[in-house]
Nanobody, 120 residues
Framework: VQLVESGGGLVQPGGSLRLSCPAS????????MGWYRQAPGKQRELVAI???????NYADSVKGRFTITRDNAKNTVYLQMNSLKPEDTAVYYC???????????????WGQGTQVTVSS
């Protein structure tokens, strides 16, 4: 099973970016999917998560600016980021709790990360 993020880049303050993360491989079922971020010198923190029924939760710092969605048919989670601020600069990681076709139980998978830089 693999998670591969895309959509990061350099954007000016106030701008927008959309991150995507498809899950691929021998997937039987996906539970919660989410996005985390890690800024230099800081711990990784939750940005947003979404249940398999589509119920989202957000960190207070991104509420009203970021929107998490998922397409269960494509095993993909998205993060629409609007009104970006310099403090949003970080490596963004995709996360998913997945039951593989070949391994019993649920496993927490991570992507390799995508850099988001907000700067003028």
């Amino acid at each position: 099973v693999q998670l591969v993020e895309s959509g990061g880049g350099l954007v000016q303050p106030g701008g927008s970016l959309r991150l995507s993360c498809p899950a691929s491989g021998s997937i039987f079922s996906i539970d919660t999917m989410g996005w985390y971020r890690q800024a230099p010198g800081k711990q990784r923190e939750l940005v947003a998560i979404i249940t398999n029924s589509g119920s989202p939760n957000y960190a207070d710092s991104v509420k009203g600016r970021f929107t998490i969605t998922r397409d269960n048919a494509k095993n993909t989670v998205y993060l629409q980021m609007n009104s970006l601020k310099p403090e949003d600069t970080a490596v963004y990681y995709c996360n998913a709790v997945i039951r593989s076709s070949f391994v019993a139980g649920w496993t927490n998978y991570w992507g390799q990360g995508t850099q988001v830089t907000v700067s003028s």
